[in-house]
């Protein structure tokens, strides 16, 4: 528990009392289940993992790259300057890495002005589109016209919560930067995310290529080109679940760690040793990697039926209606992942049991009706996008003024502005996302142990104990505290 010195010393009066001095602290979760012994977790599924993943190397390796090679020397490529489009491509990692450096200080300073500033920004964005509209295609504008209505209702609902969400998302700055390295573990994991899509495109055109040779002449008939159709949608779905299984998973790694690191600035040194960065990474690929692999290979089906829905979307209304219960399923099975997933990097739980604890966790609190980051999420995206435009600005220059006379210059020019913002989204997504799984972190760290903060910072504990009592005083009391508050006594 917190000793006095760190305690909130604000005098709060109930109903029942005319002044009460409350210096209770909110206990931990009552009898939270750890399980940080050496036994692998949801083992199967591990293992199932470890071999898909060399199959999909060794497959892409020998079906894969030979097929490619041979397609390539029969196709003839003109020089097209590759040395400018590194240069410009480098140089728009660079800005966007810089300035994603930059929007992490900015939002440990000023959150709150920065979660204001993203709201402004969509609304401007949202009005320059209408009005765009409005000279090309008037019909139209009121398309944007009603997003900005949403816009400005969500915004004046959410107003008195910007300071809830500033205050867990300086939290989740703060953890991050006492973890630097954890930013060079997601670059890491970027990279292994990277080698991943090249290995599956290579086994995906070796694949494709095997399967349209072999069945090729069996396609003439009327059975062989059934045959051939059937086949060839089974092993599409197959290699699509591959793809999204090892995408899914490997981002799923980098959220596990976070989680881990934030509970290494949370708790006390007497369980650092669990959430120490070295024993992070390597609980996420060993004894836990069988979780994370569980719960992201739901999402990965749930991905690739959708796949296939939407593009009959339009042909009649079952598939529509198909596609939307696929849509709601993968909202809610990805969500609930990344708290099942935060929870079992703090307890080392499976993943069914992560699952069901973090449930009962939070009815336990009264706390349901509050898993809300749509605020903090919104302004991460605008922040993606900021990125995004800037690195695109940075490499589109770059390219300019290194062009040479050439008759396709424009349209390299362009391709290189598109190829920028998409890395700057990627740079500023390992600072987002990273940040995205440290306030999730921190408000689990919250429901189990909020008096572990004031041991390793006391300074964050009275921000967020402050913001709870203001905006959820009853959820706040079922933490601990009294069953109602009041305005403190002046």
């Given at each position: 528990?917190?000793?006095?010195?760190?305690?909130?010393?604000?005098?709060?009066?109930?109903?029942?009392?005319?002044?009460?001095?409350?210096?209770n602290?909110?206990?931990?979760?009552?009898?939270?289940?750890?399980?940080?012994?050496?036994?692998?977790?949801d083992?199967?599924?591990?293992?199932?993992?470890?071999?898909?993943?060399?199959?999909?190397?060794?497959?892409?390796l020998?079906?894969?790259?030979?097929?490619?090679?041979s397609s390539?020397?029969?196709?003839s490529?003109?020089?097209?300057?590759?040395k400018?489009i590194?240069?410009?491509l480098?140089?728009?990692?660079?800005?966007?890495?810089?300035?994603?450096?930059?929007?992490?200080?900015?939002?440990?300073?000023?959150?709150?002005?920065?979660?204001?500033?993203s709201?402004?920004?969509?609304?401007?964005?949202?009005?320059?589109?209408?009005?765009?509209?409005?000279?090309?295609?008037?019909p139209?504008?009121?398309?944007?016209g009603?997003?900005?209505?949403f816009?400005?209702?969500?915004?004046?609902?959410?107003?008195?919560?910007?300071?809830?969400?500033?205050?867990?998302?300086?939290?989740?700055?703060?953890?991050l930067?006492?973890?630097?390295?954890?930013?060079?573990?997601?670059?890491?994991?970027?990279?292994?995310?990277?080698?991943?899509?090249?290995?599956?495109?290579?086994?995906?055109?070796?694949?494709?290529?095997?399967?349209?040779?072999?069945?090729?002449?069996?396609?003439?008939?009327?059975?062989g080109?059934?045959?051939?159709?059937?086949?060839?949608?089974?092993?599409?779905?197959?290699?699509?679940?591959?793809?999204y299984?090892?995408?899914?998973?490997?981002g799923?790694?980098?959220?596990?760690?976070?989680?881990c690191?934030?509970?290494?600035?949370?708790?006390?040194?007497?369980?650092?040793?669990?959430?120490?960065?070295?024993?992070?990474?390597k609980?996420?690929?060993?004894?836990?990697?069988?979780t994370?692999?569980?719960?992201?290979?739901?999402?990965?089906?749930?991905?690739?039926?959708?796949?296939?829905?939407?593009?009959?979307?339009?042909?009649?209304?079952?598939?529509?209606?198909?596609?939307y219960?696929?849509?709601?399923?993968?909202?809610?099975?990805?969500y609930?992942?990344?708290?099942?997933?935060?929870?079992?990097?703090?307890?080392?739980?499976?993943?069914?049991?992560?699952?069901?604890?973090?449930?009962?966790?939070?009815?336990?609190?009264?706390?349901?009706?509050i898993?809300?980051?749509?605020?903090?999420?919104?302004?991460?995206?605008?922040?993606?996008?900021?990125?995004?435009?800037?690195?695109?600005?940075?490499?589109?220059?770059?390219?300019?003024?290194?062009?040479?006379?050439?008759?396709?210059i424009?349209g390299?020019?362009?391709?290189?502005?598109?190829?920028?913002?998409?890395?700057?989204?990627?740079?500023?997504?390992?600072?987002?996302?990273?940040?995205?799984?440290?306030?999730?972190?921190?408000?689990?760290?919250?429901?189990?142990?909020?008096?572990?903060?004031?041991?390793?910072?006391?300074?964050?504990?009275?921000?967020?104990?402050?913001?709870?009592?203001?905006?959820?005083?009853?959820?706040?009391?079922?933490?601990?505290?009294?069953?109602?508050?009041?305005?403190?006594?002046?």
């Amino acid at each position: 528990m917190l000793s006095d010195s760190v305690a909130i010393s604000v005098p709060l009066r109930s109903d029942d009392e005319t002044e009460t001095n409350i210096n209770n602290d909110p206990p931990a979760y009552e009898n939270p289940q750890l399980d940080f012994s050496g036994e692998w977790k949801d083992r199967g599924f591990a293992i199932a993992f470890w071999i898909h993943t060399i199959a999909v190397i060794l497959v892409g390796l020998i079906l894969g790259l030979p097929t490619l090679l041979s397609s390539m020397k029969e196709s003839s490529l003109d020089e097209l300057g590759f040395k400018r489009i590194i240069y410009s491509l480098v140089g728009a990692a660079v800005v966007s890495g810089i300035v994603s450096f930059l929007a992490l200080f900015a939002l440990q300073r000023c959150a709150g002005q920065l979660i204001k500033c993203s709201f402004l920004i969509l609304t401007i964005i949202q009005i320059l589109l209408a009005v765009a509209l409005y000279f090309v295609l008037p019909p139209l504008c009121f398309i944007p016209g009603a997003f900005i209505l949403f816009t400005l209702i969500y915004i004046s609902c959410v107003r008195n919560s910007i300071a809830f969400a500033e205050a867990h998302l300086q939290a989740g700055c703060a953890s991050l930067r006492s973890h630097s390295s954890l930013i060079f573990v997601a670059l890491v994991m970027l990279i292994v995310e990277f080698l991943w899509l090249v290995f599956w495109f290579l086994m995906f055109f070796g694949v494709a290529h095997f399967v349209l040779v072999s069945l090729g002449s069996t396609s003439s008939s009327d059975l062989g080109a059934v045959l051939h159709f059937v086949i060839g949608k089974i092993v599409f779905f197959l290699l699509l679940l591959s793809c999204y299984w090892g995408a899914i998973t490997f981002g799923n790694i980098i959220h596990f760690i976070t989680a881990c690191t934030v509970g290494d600035w949370w708790f006390t040194s007497g369980g650092s040793g669990h959430y120490g960065i070295d024993n992070s990474i390597k609980r996420a690929f060993t004894t836990n990697l069988g979780t994370i692999c569980f719960g992201s290979l739901f999402e990965a089906i749930i991905k690739s039926l959708r796949f296939f829905t939407g593009g009959g979307r339009r042909k009649n209304c079952l598939t529509c209606i198909i596609d939307y219960m696929l849509q709601i399923l993968e909202k809610l099975i990805g969500y609930l992942n990344e708290w099942a997933f935060t929870f079992a990097a703090l307890t080392g739980q499976g993943y069914v049991q992560a699952g069901r604890s973090f449930i009962e966790l939070f009815k336990k609190r009264g706390w349901t009706a509050i898993i809300n980051d749509s605020i903090v999420g919104i302004t991460l995206m605008t922040i993606n996008l900021g990125i995004g435009l800037i690195s695109a600005v940075a490499g589109g220059t770059i390219m300019y003024y290194m062009k040479t006379e050439s008759s396709g210059i424009g349209g390299l020019v362009v391709s290189v502005i598109s190829a920028s913002f998409l890395i700057g989204i990627l740079m500023s997504s390992i600072i987002t996302t990273l940040l995205k799984s440290s306030v999730r972190t921190v408000f689990v760290c919250f429901a189990l142990n909020p008096a572990a903060l004031g041991a390793t910072h006391p300074d964050h504990l009275q921000k967020l104990t402050k913001v709870w009592h203001k905006f959820y005083p009853q959820e706040f009391a079922s933490s601990g505290y009294a069953n109602e508050f009041k305005e403190p006594i002046v």
